[in-house]
């Protein structure tokens, strides 16, 4: 942990409890235990996520510019399926399920320490949309195994389409809120405790890409497919990012982009 990130105080506090962190900021754990107290306490969370967002939203833009020269050259050996920046129309979150010392994880590049939507999250759910999603008369849905591939029983068939990790080219970081207003309830495991409205909410703080965050989407094609699946490709992949999205609580609005 960088000094300079947070204040001497939150600092002290911070090393004071870093082996202890672990254990009480798994999934499910949603504040510190005070220190003494039977009643948790989320004060030192709040402080403390305004200074990594200040931390992370100060990427190395000559890293960044660099890793977009790269997919440049990369884009230039197979011919393009789709290749276009969206905006976040509200809040992302990817990797919420990642181990973390907070309630909720947060998929970060390894090599340059920005948020990413993995190549893999990003086939997958466009494949699972066009499975479940596209009525049989439509192009995208018929020729799903040759865009997708398949690997079941003894029809294995390599897809067409390669998806490359969606990077930012310009993002900032927000924090969300959630109250839970029934903990004792859901963490009473004898099951001796009602859900009553008596108890006291628990507010979770969790960090999220904020609306208006900038990314490109990039699909590639390893042999020259039909103009017209190649359209209705773009279509649909527009289609799905707008109105199903990527990562967790779409249903709420989270993951969904829109053209800049």
Not at 37 to 44: F, G, H, L, S
Not at 140 to 152: D, E, H, N
Not at 176 to 189: A, G, K
Request: aromatic share 14%.
């Amino acid at each position: 942990m960088d000094r300079d990130l947070l204040d001497p105080e939150l600092y002290e506090w911070f090393m004071s409890k870093r082996n202890r962190l672990t254990s009480f900021f798994p999934i499910g754990n949603h504040d510190i235990p005070a220190k003494g107290k039977d009643e948790r306490n989320t004060k030192k969370l709040s402080d403390f996520l305004p200074c990594l967002i200040g931390k992370f939203s100060k990427y190395d833009k000559n890293a960044l510019e660099s890793l977009w020269n790269r997919r440049e050259r990369i884009i230039k050996s197979f011919r393009k399926t789709f290749d276009q920046e969206l905006q976040t129309k509200k809040y992302l979150m990817v990797g919420s399920g990642c181990p973390s010392i907070f309630d909720n994880g947060f998929t970060l590049m390894r090599n340059y320490g920005i948020p990413y939507i993995p190549a893999s999250a990003f086939k997958g759910a466009f494949s699972h949309y066009v499975e479940q999603e596209l009525e049989g008369d439509n192009l995208v849905w018929q020729k799903r195994k040759l865009l997708f591939g398949k690997g079941k029983d003894d029809e294995n068939i390599r897809g067409n389409l390669v998806f490359l990790d969606v990077i930012p080219k310009c993002y900032s970081l927000g924090i969300d809120i959630i109250n839970n207003h029934f903990q004792p309830y859901y963490s009473d495991e004898k099951n001796e405790k009602p859900p009553n409205d008596y108890y006291d909410p628990v507010p979770v703080q969790y960090l999220v890409i904020a609306s208006g965050s900038i990314f490109r989407f990039t699909v590639l094609e390893k042999e020259k497919m039909e103009d017209n699946l190649r359209k209705e490709v773009s279509k649909e992949l527009i289609n799905f990012l707008g109105d199903f999205g990527l990562g967790a609580k779409t249903s709420y609005g989270y993951g969904l982009f829109k053209e800049v």
